[in-house]
């Protein structure tokens, strides 16, 4: 059985729009299943948390399934080595500051060039992208920590 305080959350996330990690992460506590901080079984590896997230944020941008390749875990795998260059101290995991940039991806790239390659043959170009639209879109305080950590947002 739920207990109470259980399903009153759940009613509340029904009574709204709800994000996507916050019902992931309602279904995980149903479940009985750990989950860190990323919203993801620790037992992931950032790589697999990584392909998840791309996954799941193309699906739903696109509504057709990704078709992965190994030249896509090539580039996710420079992608990832470029994040955590970039990414100052103390800044997060990859997996967390991959999603950051896979959900501010510019909307041409969305349309127009949404594969990983495309992704990371032009990471520089997307990074100064986000950055000169980051001011205009309402983020949370974790998105706004993220992007200062990582990608030098202010």
């Given amino acids: 059985m739920v207990d109470e ?10 009574g709204r729009s709800a994000k996507k990690d916050e019902l992931r992460r309602m279904l995980a506590r149903v479940a ?11 037992d992931q590896s950032e ?8 996954l799941t944020e193309y699906e739903s941008a696109t509504g057709i399934k990704y078709s992965f ?9 420079e992608l990832m080595a470029k994040l955590k260059e970039a990414a100052k101290p103390g800044a997060g ?6 999603g950051f940039l896979i959900r501010h991806l510019p909307e041409w790239y969305r349309k127009n060039a949404y594969s990983l390659t ?3 043959n032009n ?3 997307i990074v100064n992208l986000i950055r000169s639209e980051y001011g205009k879109r ?17």
Avoid: M
């Fill in 69 to 77: 390749t190994a030249r896509d875990g090539k580039a996710l795998k």
């Fill in 123 to 125: 990471f520089n170009v």
């Fill in 93 to 98: 995991s990859v997996a967390d500051n991959f």
């Fill in 138 to 154: 309402q983020i949370t305080d974790y998105e706004k920590r993220t992007a200062r950590d990582c990608f030098g947002i202010r």
């Fill in 47 to 54: 790589y697999r948390q990584c392909v998840s997230v791309f």
């Fill in 118 to 120: 495309a992704i990371n």
């Fill in 5 to 14: 305080g259980l399903k009153q959350e759940i009613r509340e996330l029904l």
């Fill in 32 to 42: 009985g299943i750990e989950i860190g901080e990323s919203g993801t079984r620790d």
